[in-house]
């Protein structure tokens, strides 16, 4: 699968798309395939505050569970509903139906310290 090249990305696995000062954070096709299938997710409530580089919920597969970190600081202004009926679209569509959480942005300038999609699969050594 190709990376996005308008998302940006974490050493985490985790990609986030800008769009207004909202970022759309979900994880990456590479962390998909690593965890196997995916059996469930546990996000944030709309209104909770992350922080760049802290676990803002955690996805179970039949390997294990693994925290899910955001990218960004701000605000949790949306949260993908379909995945608390459906979390294996996570295997199905990582980089599209399958968001996890929208945040509002305290502070772009960290948007500077991710990885563009030629740096995240240069990381993957693809």
Do not use: C
Not at 89 to 113: C, F, T, Y
Request: no cysteine; aromatic share 8%; charged share 25%.
């Amino acid at each position: 699968m190709s990376y996005p090249e308008n998302f940006r990305y974490t050493k985490e696995h985790e990609w986030i798309q800008v769009e207004g000062g909202i970022g759309t954070v979900g994880i990456t096709d590479h962390a998909q395939k690593e965890l196997g299938d995916i059996v469930y997710v546990d996000l944030p409530k709309p209104g909770t505050a992350v922080e760049a580089g802290k676990p803002l919920g955690s996805v179970e597969s039949v390997k294990a569970v693994s925290d899910i970190y955001s990218p960004v600081s701000g605000e949790v202004v949306e949260v993908n509903e379909l995945l608390a009926t459906a979390p294996e679209k996570l295997n199905e569509d990582p980089h599209g139906a399958a968001w996890l959480v929208r945040i509002r942005l305290s502070n772009p300038a960290e948007l500077d310290g991710l990885l563009s999609a030629a740096d995240y699969q240069a990381y993957l050594g693809t």
